[in-house]
Structures are given as C-alpha cells and as structure tokens.
C-alpha cells in the first residue's frame, strides 16, 4: 500500500532547492505516502543535488554515498543541479535508482510512481503542509526557475534553462494555503528572482504589490536579488512592514574591472546608490551579499579595491566563494588563473572583515524593539527560545511565554560576540493586525 511508504527530502545548497522540496513533499503526502525527516528509515529518498562551484559537485557525490551507506534497502531519486550537468556520472553511482534532470522537475511525483510501480492513492487531509513536519518555520516560495543572463562564472544558468515564470495567482494560492497551516514568513525565491514576468509580462514589484494586497500572510521576505532588477521605487514597497528589512544582493566583487570579467550588470557606484536608497527608506535595513574570491586575473590593486568597498558598505553578512573553475563556463578559460594559495589568504581577509561588520550591524540594534519569529528551543529543561529579527539577525531569550512558531515583541538588550547572536528581553504580545482577507 502506498500508504505505508515513507518517503525522506534533502536539498543541498540554495533556497529554490528548498522550495522544490517543501512543494514536492505537499505532492507526496497528499499522494498517499508517509513524510519522515530520517533517512535511514525511509522507503524512498529524493535528493535535490547542488552544482554552483566544484566544492558543491563532491559534496553532492558525499552526499549520495552518505544517504546509500546510511539506508543501502531504500530507493534513491537524485535531482537537481549537479544530476543534471553530471547526468551519466550519477546514474553510475552506486545506490541512485532514478535522476530526474531540471527540465523533469514538475513531473518528479509521476515519475517516481512509474519508475517503481507505485499506483496514485490520493488522501484528503485538513492540513498537507510539510512545513513543520520537516522542522522548518518559514515556507520557501518558488516563483520562477531559469535565467536568461550568463556571468562569466556561473553554471547554474546552464543546468536551470531558459526563465519560466509562475503565475501571480498560483504564487499566492499557495501563500494563503501556508499562512492557513499555521505559516508565519515567505521567503520569495528563485534562479532570477528580479526577472519574475519577464516571460509573461510582468514584474517583481506587481507581484509583491499582489502578495501584499491579497495576502495576510505576516512576514515577507525575499531571497537573492539581483541589483540591477530593482526599479527606482522598489524599496517604497517596504512601507509595508509585513516585508522584510532585508535584501539578499549579490555583489561578486568590489571592483568594476573584475565585474566587467564577470560580465555583471551592475557596477559598484550603482550598487551603493541601491544601498544608500534600501538604508535612507527603512532603518536598519539589512543587506547581505554574496563574494567571488580570487577570480581570474584579479590583481592586488583589484582586491584591495574590493576590500575597501565591501568595508565602506558595511554588509549585515556575507557569503564568501573562492572561485572555482567550472567547466562549461567562460570564466574558465580565462588567462591568470589565481594559485589557491592567493585565495585562501584573501579568503580569510575577507572572512575576517565580514565577521567585524556583522558585529556592528548587530550591535547598532541594541536598545530596539522589534518583533521575532520563534523558531526552536535551545533545551528542553530550559525556557531559552531562539529566533529572527526581521533584519534576520539571530536574537536569543530565555522566557516561559515563548510559544513555538510564535511572533511576539522582544527588546533587544545585549549581542553575544562568541555565538554571533542578538540577546533579547521583555517580550510583549504582538498586537493584532488589522488586515481582514477572506480566504476561500
């Protein structure tokens, strides 16, 4: 019976990886089957593979052997990135039953139940979220897959295709449905999330406009974005504080000759003007970002170019990269290759700048109220609760009214520099919002 088959998601990598997972977990159990967050007792794994940078290719090797040895009697469905640029290879290793490339992706519950003569038993349950069953508190929302730009660097672009656009109405139906399940925050996401409609005539800021309009859904946020997609009023939608005083925006490098290699949109002067716009409109505005290291040809004069204007910027956080040579790419061929030496120097150089201005954008929250999502307990014989800032900042409190999955208001009194993390007291109820939607 297809009842009985217990059925494990894991993702390596990005938050779109996530979001596919979190959808197909909702296709599986209202198809019958049984969710578990442990591999070793499931009857069937899916795995949504990684294929950024070289590093994410041997860990989704790892990853495939770990989950094999682990449950060698289980079935292995690999998808993904990495399944679909290494297709043969994956096929070949050991314990993988069936890939499913990019482009199969809808149809991955259809062909899971062909490949191994699974029949459709569909169950009727009031509440199919998987959210909570998967020890997550915030559903990832997948609004568009592909991109139609080429970075000299990435290979992402290849292995997702062309741009594919949901439609505004299938994005927030299935808002509504999370928000119904007991969801508190969204996290819009995609390949190229600044070019949601590009295909269907639309745009970004129409859809947060409609998510805002037609949700109640209480946080919103949004996942990388790249800064060349935000018209001069984007950041008047954050008026509305259900949306996020944070922005994911990839920077790559601090200097406009490297950018150039890079073939990027955007270059820095345009990049700090978004900033000053995100930073003069909301307070305490958080922008994270993501950084190349040691890209091709990059100079010292390149690289001190870059640490001074990730340092004048002043990131909440940051995502560091040593480039990794991908094949298939343009970056690939280009001359001055850097030593891996050169990189891991300036590596941790810039690890080291991004943890001191991540302090002081944490530090400069204290004595602010704000309100936090709750998310896990950190003991069981203990009333310490941790949890999000808006900005997304960690903050942890110790109180006995903290209830899971829970919004209240916390004064933020303190920061931790060994954890990296806010320290708030005094939590007060979150007053009730006046947004009536009536939901079908």
């Known amino acids: 019976m297809i009842d009985e088959v217990k059925v494990n998601f894991q993702a390596l990598g990005c938050r779109l990886n996530e979001a596919e997972l979190e959808s197909w977990s909702n296709q599986f159990i209202e198809s019958g089957f049984q969710l578990t967050t442990d591999s070793s007792e499931a009857d069937l794994v899916v795995f949504n593979s990684c294929s950024v940078t070289a590093e994410a290719d041997r860990k989704s090797r790892k990853f495939i052997n770990r989950i094999h040895k682990s449950n060698p009697q289980s079935r292995l469905v ?24 990019n482009q199969q992706k809808d149809d991955l519950l259809q062909l899971v139940q062909a490949k191994f003569d699974l029949p459709e038993y569909t169950v009727q349950t009031g509440d199919n979220s998987s959210i909570f069953a998967r020890g997550r508190h915030r559903a990832f929302i997948k609004i568009q897959d592909g991109c139609r730009y080429r970075c000299t660097f990435c290979i992402v672009t290849v ?17 509504k449905r999370h928000h119904q399940h007991g969801v508190q925050e969204i996290v819009i996401t995609g390949v190229h999330v600044g070019g949601y409609g590009s295909d269907t005539g639309t745009n970004l800021y129409e859809l947060l406009s409609a998510i805002l309009d037609q949700t109640a859904i209480p946080r919103i946020r949004l996942a990388s974005v790249e800064p060349w997609d935000l018209p001069d009023n984007f950041f008047e939608l954050f008026k509305d504080s259900r949306l996020m005083p944070h922005m994911h925006l990839p920077l790559q490098s601090g200097s406009d000759s490297v950018l150039r290699r890079m073939a990027r949109r955007c270059k820095t002067a345009e990049f700090a003007r978004l900033v000053d716009k995100a930073r003069s409109s909301i307070s305490f505005f958080n922008i994270t970002t993501d950084l190349i290291v040691g890209f091709p040809g990059e100079t010292e004069q390149e690289w001190a170019a870059t640490m001074k204007f990730v340092e004048n910027i002043g990131f909440g956080h940051m995502h560091i990269f040593s480039y990794s040579k991908r094949e298939g790419t343009r970056a690939a061929g280009l001359s001055d290759q850097i030593p891996d030496s050169v990189k891991k120097q300036r590596s941790q150089q810039m690890h080291e700048l991004a943890t001191s201005l991540k302090s002081k954008a944490m530090q400069e929250l204290i004595g602010q109220q704000c309100e936090v999502l709750w998310e896990n307990s950190l003991g069981q014989a203990s009333a310490e609760w941790a949890g999000y800032t808006p900005h997304y900042h960690k903050l942890v409190m110790n109180s006995p009214e903290i209830k899971n999955a829970q919004i209240s208001i916390a004064r933020i009194s303190g920061y931790s520099p060994k954890n990296m993390r806010l320290v708030g007291d005094s939590p007060f109820p979150l007053p009730q919002k006046q947004i009536e939607i009536a939901f079908p």
């Open 78 to 101: 690999v998808t993904g990135c990495y399944a679909s640029l290494q297709t043969e290879q994956v096929e070949k290793q050991l314990g993988v039953d069936l890939v499913v490339s």
């Open 159 to 175: 292995a997702r295709g062309a741009e594919r656009s949901r439609t505004q109405q299938e994005i927030i139906e299935e808002i």
